[in-house]
Structures are given as C-alpha cells and as structure tokens.
C-alpha cells in the first residue's frame, strides 16, 4: 500500500514515541550532513520535554509509524520557536511537514504568541518554500559555524486562521496554475470527531474519495517545466470541505449530500449530521480562506502575466461509486473537464495532442464535467481559461511518469 493510500493521524507526542520521533530527527540530520554528522550533539532529539520546557511536539503517523515531527517552543516576550522539524524520507512530497507545521501554527495562536520564528539552513530549498507558503518571512541570515541559516518570522495576532492550502511559486512570467483539490487524506482532529465514522470505515471511505498521488504528479510536472508553473494544493481531504463545490443551492451534489459539506458516503449512508452552526464554522474556517486565496492567486498571476489557464488535476476509480450522478457514461482513461465559457476549442486540441502520447481513450465531461474557475471570474472573464484533467486511476498508478511528461508538453504549450 502506498504511503499516501493509509490514514495519517497527527497528535502530541506520547511518552512511548520518544525513540523513535528522536530516531527520525536523527536519521534526518545525518541524512542532509553525511558521514560528518556526530549525533551525540544532537541528544535532545530524545529528550525534547525536558530540552524545551513548557514545548508542544507534534507527531505525525502514517499507519502507526512516525513518519514526521515538529516542536514549539517557548521563548520570551509571547514568542514561540519551531524547532526539530523532520519527515522520514519515503513520506515525503505528500504534505506531512505541511500539516504538522500548520498544528504548530495554530497551537502559537492558541497561545497567544505574538510572533512565531524558524531557522532553516539557507540550502534547504524545500523547507524554506514550505515556510513561505504559510506567510513566513525571512529576515536575515545567521553563521552557524560552517553553514548559513536563514531566519523567518510570522506574526500571528490578528493574522486569521491557519490555511489548509499550499501554494508552490512558478516561474513570474507563468501563465498556468495547476489545482490540485482532492489528494490529502488528511482530517483535523476537531473535524474527525464530528465524523460518524469507525476508523476502519473513514479509511475505506477515504480510499474511494481520495485522489491519490495527483499532488505527487502535479509537482513532478512543474519540475519539469521549462517555465515552471504555479501548483495550489489542498492539504486537507475533501471530508473536511470540498472546495470545487458551488456553496448555493446551484450545486448539483446537494442532491447526495455531497455539497461544500460532505453528509453522505460515496456508498450514500451517513458520514456526519452538522448543526447549522457547525456547517457555517467549517464553511469559514475552511472552505471560504481557500477560495479566497486561490481568487486572489488568479488575480495577481492576471497581473503579471495577463492570462491564466487552470488545469485541475484528479482521478477517479474505473468503477462508478453510488455517489456519482453521471456514472453510466464512458469512464476513459482520461476525462477532460469543460466549461463552454473558460474552455476554448484549442486547449482542447493541445490537451489531446499532448496525451496523445500516453493514451488515445480520451472523452470529454464523462464521467465527470466542468472545471474550476474562482467564482469572481466566472463566466466574467474570457482571460481565465481552464480545463479539468479526469485521470482514471488505473492509469495513474500504472504510467505516472508518462502522464507527468504528457501534461508537462501540454503546460508549455500554454
């Protein structure tokens, strides 16, 4: 079973965890260091409570393996530190450090922290774009004795709630924002309790509604850009909010309660009954900083370039699921998505002629139609082109690579 198929949990560290959360910051460390590494200078890894007094670790576990970590810290002045962050290397790329740094996060605000700092050495590339896609900033450089890190702060008083998203920079002069909605099997603890749900069960239903690895091949495409494009990421499964639903009664999947808000099953039995008031809250905290930021992301990619095309990226199973209101179509193996406004003839010839490579069993809006656009361009703005790209799962699973270069010819065409 691959790392993104099994449930992740994230909680506080237990006393039972302490060996193998310091073994993780440990094999971290030597991993980036090498033969160099002396990991006795390192002990607090084991001993994190004691080393950071009044501190919160985070653990993150994939199946029931710690598979990453993070602690806050307390310094004086209402300032909070993020210390010992660290993903085992096979769980990478799949948005645990970006959920275990968002706990952190909101745990700062919870405290009333006024400002939340982090060191990173200055060639951990990934781990500084990671901060800075949560709004830290950086501000300096330190000498650490034969290495430079870079310092960021965020400030957190009155600065809203902890994003559920990832934006992943391109190129300035990029045209293209690739969306990827549904590939997190993530659930907040304080979400998951209104679940109704078994563990057994949500993983199973977690497993049919997930996505898998689309965020994975999104990313590889952008690596493999020339002008590399802009990726935004729902870090968050389609349990908690699904972003690419209508929030009005126009959204057809209200009719299987599988609106903003999931109440129903892919197998239509029950997930969750919400209040009204717990319906508004997830709506909120969620569902509307999402949209907004991914309207603004639109509007400034406007700006600079002039013209944006959205490609959203899923998948979907070669059988349909209860839930599916359309399931009696064609399933190929790959479904583009379109919009008679946003999708012009010939993106869909480049589309085509890009996959081309990898599979002539492409269908338009079957088993699935349209595509997204930020709700402010609608059917407003002809400079906002996008088109939604429906791989069937088997596909996925068996040719990524050649998916990732295929959809990559068809960024750079753009």
Known sequence: MAASDRQISLGVLRDGERRDVGDLIIDGLREHYGVAFDATLNQDAYDL???YPGSLTVVARLGGEVVATGTLAARPGG?????RMSTAAHTRRIGLAGQVLDHLIDEARKRDCRELRVSTPSTWTSARALYAS????EIGLVQDTDETDVRCVLPLRGS???RSFEIIPGAPGST??????HASRVIPADVRSGIGLSDADLDRELTAITDADTDVLAERVADLCGVRPWVFVNRLSRL???????PDETEEMNAVGMGVVYEATTQ???LRQPSPAERRNLVQTYFEPYAAALAELVTERLASAGRVTVVDVHSYPASALPYELHGNGPRPEVCLGTDDFHTPELLLDRARSALAAVTGDVTLDSPFSGCYVPL?????????EAIMLEIRRDLLASRPDDLARAIARLVETL
């Open 79 to 83: 300032v909070g530190e993020i210390v």
């Open 49 to 51: 409570p004691e080393s």
């Open 176 to 181: 293209v924002l690739l969306h990827v909605p």
């Open 134 to 137: 949560r709004g830290f900033e």
């Open 376 to 384: 402010d361009r609608y059917r407003r703005d002809s400079a906002v």
């Open 268 to 270: 239509r039995g029950v």
């Open 240 to 246: 908690v909010v699904d972003p690419e639903r209508f």
């Open 160 to 162: 809203g709630p902890v």
